[in-house]
């Protein structure tokens, strides 16, 4: 079976625009959570879906919102982009939410210039 | 503020050797996982333990738990250059809705 996918690998942006990042689950898995993660520190939550439902958020600002789709892929949507944006994006995905082993894939390397 | 956090930092050790890594929490949780991470990118699970077990192995790694101190211990016996990389505690907490928090990590090298 194929992991988590994530697009695009790669992603450069100015200050102000706005980012869209993909995921897709492993198949059979309904629960899919985003991280952002700076350089030299541990993944920071972001959000959870379960069900297509918002079931966590973090401490990030309302600029970061997400959705999930009926087929359990999901986009991170980051508006007004900031200089601290810059990160990698992580997705996870899981059978049964948080609880459960989180699968993560490669990732999206944000620069925001 | 800091949930999870490893110590130490950062570790270095030679082939053969065993190597200990430590992991504190502050809030009741009900697993804790410990994953890898090789040159910034995905991160692979390791090992999940639950809070109602003190124990738990999987091939070279032993992790421990001890939720009266909310702490946790990941062992890797007879390390390898290949185990390089960086190690990362996370727990599932329930406050405020559900979380998910990582600590700092540990940079481990195993030298050849």
């Known amino acids: 079976d194929a992991g988590v996918t994530q697009s695009p690998t790669h992603l450069i942006k100015t200050r102000g625009q706005h980012v869209t990042l993909r995921c897709s689950p492993i198949?059979?898995?309904?629960?899919v959570s985003w991280y952002q993660q700076v350089l030299g520190q541990g993944p920071q939550f972001i959000f959870q879906y379960y069900e297509k439902e918002e079931r966590g958020r973090g401490n990030f600002p309302d600029r970061f919102s997400a959705r999930q789709f009926p087929n359990y892929s999901s986009e991170l949507n980051v508006n007004a982009l900031l200089l601290g944006d810059s990160a990698l994006y992580l997705c996870a995905s899981s059978q049964t939410g948080l609880a459960g082993t989180q699968y993560f894939g490669p990732g999206t390397r944000l620069l925001v210039l | 503020s800091q949930q999870g956090e490893e110590d130490p930092q950062a570790l270095s050790i030679q082939e053969g050797e065993n190597a200990t890594m430590n992991c504190s929490y502050k809030?009741?949780?009900?697993?804790l996982q410990w994953y890898r991470q090789n040159s910034g990118r995905g991160l692979v699970h390791l090992i999940l333990i639950r809070s109602n077990e003190r124990e738990k192995h999987s091939g070279r790694l032993r992790v421990t738990l001890d939720t009266s101190k909310k702490s946790s211990s990941l062992l890797i016996t007879a390390s390898r250059a290949a185990d390089t990389a960086s190690y990362f505690c996370a727990t599932d907490q329930h406050n405020y809705g559900q979380n998910f928090v990582f600590g700092p990590g540990t940079r481990l090298s195993v030298l050849p």
């Open positions: 809030t009741s949780i009900n697993n």
């Open positions: 198949s059979g898995h309904k629960s």
